[in-house]
T-cell receptor, first 116, second 109 residues
Framework: DTGVSQNPRHKITKRGQNVTFRCDPI?????LYWYRQTLGQGPEFLTY????????KSRLLSDRFSAERPKGSFSTLEIQRTEQGDSAMYLC??????????????FGPGTRLLVL | AQRVTQPEKLLSVFKGAPVELKCNYS??????LFWYVQYSRQRLQLLLR??SRESIKGFTADLNKGETSFHLKKPFAQEEDSAMYYC???????????FGAGTTVTVRA
């Protein structure tokens, strides 16, 4: 297991198109998180899952965004009708437990999205 | 709402000099504080967290609830410490993290 993986690593799309990103967490990690990072800022929380249940969504996640984690394994983040403001790095993280005793979040390399 | 402020965007120090990265937070409750680091061309990774009270790679951070600060310190900076450092806060009832804007540290020979 080489850690959290994300695909694709880069995506260029035209405004108005739909895009989908995939995240494969470390196996047996039951929590999975999505963050967005824009230039000069730290990561901003978007949503997270415990197993297959989506427990929280940020107000940043407009109705054009949808995330799923079927079967509690990999997750997908879809953006519909992309806008130039969606251009960012999308980060996925996973963690093994549901307490702070071992709540290290392991991050993937990110998917960089550019909307033209 | 939880908020993290890192007042320094850039920090440049000479090798062997002390380095301190400032982090202030606001949170109504019992926060969990973290420092994450991102080295060039690598992914974001945990450096240390206050709950474990460890010293990692010579770095320490003390949680000061009175001043709502969690500054990161290292007495003797090394060139390999050059990286982007993010302070992050988590809540006691949820596990999402709120990050500061980050501080870029450059250690010069």
């Amino acid at each position: 297991d080489t850690g959290v993986s994300q695909n694709p690593r880069h995506k260029i799309t035209k405004r108005g198109q739909n895009v989908t990103f995939r995240c494969d967490p470390i196996s047996e990690h039951n929590r999975l998180y999505w963050y967005r990072q824009t230039l000069g800022q730290g990561p901003e929380f978007l949503t997270y899952f415990q197993n297959e249940a989506q427990l929280e969504k940020s107000r940043l996640l407009s109705d054009r965004f949808s995330a799923e984690r079927p079967k509690g394994s990999f997750s997908t983040l879809e953006i519909q009708r992309t806008e130039q403001g969606d251009s960012a790095m999308y980060l996925c993280a996973s963690s093994p437990r549901d307490s702070w005793d071992d709540e290290t979040q392991y991050f993937g390399p990110g998917t960089r999205l550019l909307v033209l | 709402a939880q908020r993290v402020t890192q007042p320094e965007k850039l920090l440049s120090v000479f090798k062997g000099a002390p380095v301190e990265l400032k982090c202030n937070y606001s949170y109504s409750g019992s926060p969990e504080l973290f420092w994450y680091v991102q080295y060039s061309r690598q992914r974001l990774q945990l450096l240390l967290r206050h709950i474990s009270r460890e010293s990692i790679k010579g770095f320490t951070a003390d949680l000061n609830k009175g001043e709502t600060s969690f500054h990161l310190k290292k007495p003797f900076a090394q060139e390999e410490d050059s990286a982007m450092y993010y302070c992050a806060i988590g809540g006691s009832n949820d596990y999402k993290l709120s990050f500061g804007a980050g501080t870029t540290v450059t250690v010069r020979a």
